[in-house]
Nanobody
Framework: QVQLVESGGGLVQAGGSLRLSCAASGRIFSSYVMGWFRQGPGKERESVAHIGKSGGITSYSDSVKGRFTISRDNAKNTVYLQMNSLKPEDTAVYYC????????????WGQGTQVTVSS
């Protein structure tokens, strides 16, 4: 089982940038598909971005496409979410998650990191 710890959240003005990190420990990091999710105030959790085991395949929700970039460094056991052109509606707790394959469900989650975008 892999353990996940997010960091990098904070308060930023609209139009600004943040980079979130998710450090993994435990099982072999490169054997996991990784994803970022978020849950805004009063909203359901939503998918943000996903990345394959080698980093060669990525996918994004329409709401962040062109603004956010997911990447991973398997040597550092870390997945990143670079967030640019942030909007107030990006305000949420951001979670990273891991699963064994694209068809599997995410079963391992981090504790989350708060991102607040002021207008």
């Amino acid at each position: 089982q892999v353990q996940l710890v997010e960091s990098g959240g904070g308060l930023v003005q609209a139009g600004g940038s943040l980079r979130l990190s998710c450090a993994a420990s435990g099982r072999i990091f490169s054997s996991y598909v990784m994803g970022w999710f978020r849950q805004g105030p009063g909203k359901e959790r939503e998918s943000v971005a996903h990345i394959g085991k080698s980093g060669g395949i990525t996918s994004y929700s329409d709401s962040v496409k062109g603004r956010f970039t997911i990447s991973r460094d398997n040597a550092k056991n870390t997945v990143y979410l670079q967030m640019n052109s942030l909007k107030p509606e990006d305000t949420a707790v951001y979670y990273c998650a891991a699963k064994g394959s694209w068809s599997a469900e995410y079963k391992t989650w981090g504790q989350g990191t708060q991102v607040t975008v002021s207008s």
